[in-house]
């Protein structure tokens, strides 16, 4: 099995010496060292890794490092291209492995953590949005749910140039929403610890439950996707999406009813159409 895929199920607490050997296990050729490398790399002791294994539902570290070797083996071609082939491609498995994934998600996502953010958001006067280009479709629907609530948006770039001119605006009273699916993207790490220097706010939506990103995010709301470990869609960031914006309208509901209305009436004067229903 993926490492990575049972770090993405599991739900046990860490101590901070075993977040610690999970962000060192998560890096990159990690199968070809041992235990007491481990535990040197995290500053802590080899049975503190022995104990994370364990955590995990491994029964060692040897263990463990089987299915980190399997993270870093490149899958046969045939078997490799084939989508969802350890899970079935029919509709009704697909569905079933999305609606579960759907049931789980107030598991991982408190709603305390979503009000959290929302509260922080609702205090900043210009949200940021930034992920891989993978995942720019659901950031392009996050950023427009955040604008029909009045909020001004500002979706950073791709390049290095263009990440800097668009966040050159960032001030205390900005907000960066950031994903991280699978992976973090390169220029993460220097962008929120830029957002903690000009002293604005920072939310992180990843994909693995117990992952510790660092530099620490003032909000990480991590989510598990389906349980294909190959093929997986951005159904859940995108319902997080929705959830975090019903989550700030709530903080003011009659400050971001008169953003919605006023969006409405400016549409109509703009010449768009009220939506006519369809019928049968």
Same mark, same amino acid.
């Given at each position: 099995?993926?490492?990575?895929?049972?770090?993405?199920?599991?739900?046990? +607490?860490?101590?901070?010496?075993?977040?610690?050997?999970?962000?060192?296990?998560?890096?990159?050729?990690?199968?070809?060292?041992?235990?007491?490398?481990?535990?040197?790399? =995290?500053?802590?002791?080899?049975?503190?890794?022995? /104990?994370?294994?364990?955590?995990?539902?491994?029964?060692?570290?040897?263990?463990?490092?089987?299915?980190? /070797?399997?993270?870093?083996?490149?899958?046969? $071609?045939?078997?490799?291209?084939?989508?969802?082939?350890? !899970?079935?491609?029919?509709?009704?498995?697909?569905?079933?492995?999305? *609606?579960?994934?759907?049931?789980?998600?107030? $598991?991982?996502?408190? @709603?305390?953590?979503?009000?959290?953010?929302?509260?922080?958001? $609702?205090?900043? +006067?210009?949200?940021?949005?930034?992920?891989?280009?993978?995942?720019?479709?659901?950031?392009? &629907?996050?950023?427009? /749910?955040?604008?029909?609530?009045?909020?001004?948006?500002?979706?950073?770039?791709?390049?290095?140039?263009?990440?800097?001119?668009?966040?050159? !605006?960032?001030? @205390?009273?900005?907000? #960066? *929403?950031?994903?991280?699916?699978?992976?973090?993207?390169? @220029?993460?790490?220097?962008?929120?610890?830029?957002?903690?220097?000009?002293?604005?706010?920072?939310?992180?939506?990843?994909?693995?439950?117990?992952?510790?990103?660092?530099?620490?995010?003032?909000? #990480?709301?991590?989510?598990?996707?389906?349980?294909?470990?190959?093929? +997986?869609? @951005? #159904?859940?960031?995108?319902?997080?999406?929705?959830?975090?914006? &019903?989550?700030?309208?709530?903080?003011?509901?009659?400050?971001?009813? =008169?953003?919605?209305?006023?969006?409405?009436?400016?549409? /109509? #004067?703009?010449?768009?159409?009220?939506?006519?229903?369809?019928?049968?």
């Amino acid at each position: 099995m993926s490492f990575k895929a049972v770090v993405a199920s599991s739900t046990a +607490r860490l101590s901070a010496s075993e977040e610690r050997v999970m962000n060192v296990l998560l890096g990159d050729e990690m199968s070809g060292i041992t235990a007491a490398e481990v535990a040197e790399r =995290a500053q802590t002791h080899e049975s503190t890794v022995v /104990r994370l294994a364990k955590k995990l539902g491994y029964r060692g570290y040897p263990e463990l490092r089987g299915d980190l /070797r399997r993270d870093e083996t490149p899958m046969e $071609h045939s078997h490799g291209q084939i989508m969802r082939g350890e !899970s079935g491609y029919d509709l009704s498995a697909f569905i079933a492995d999305e *609606i579960r994934a759907l049931k789980r998600l107030p $598991h991982f996502v408190p @709603q305390e953590d979503l009000d959290a953010a929302a509260g922080t958001l $609702h205090a900043s +006067r210009t949200v940021y949005l930034f992920s891989r280009t993978d995942e720019r479709p659901t950031l392009d &629907l996050l950023a427009r /749910r955040m604008r029909r609530l009045g909020l001004t948006t500002v979706t950073l770039g791709t390049t290095p140039k263009d990440i800097a001119e668009r966040f050159a !605006s960032f001030d @205390q009273n900005s907000t #960066l *929403i950031a994903m991280a699916l699978r992976e973090a993207p390169g @220029q993460l790490a220097t962008l929120v610890s830029e957002a903690a220097r000009r002293g604005g706010k920072t939310i992180l939506i990843s994909d693995v439950p117990g992952y510790r990103f660092r530099p620490s995010p003032d909000h #990480l709301i991590t989510a598990r996707r389906g349980d294909d470990t190959e093929y +997986r869609t @951005q #159904l859940i960031p995108a319902a997080l999406a929705y959830a975090l914006q &019903l989550a700030v309208f709530h903080t003011d509901p009659a400050r971001y009813q =008169a953003a919605r209305d006023g969006i409405d009436d400016l549409t /109509r #004067l703009l010449g768009g159409a009220d939506e006519i229903p369809l019928r049968p």
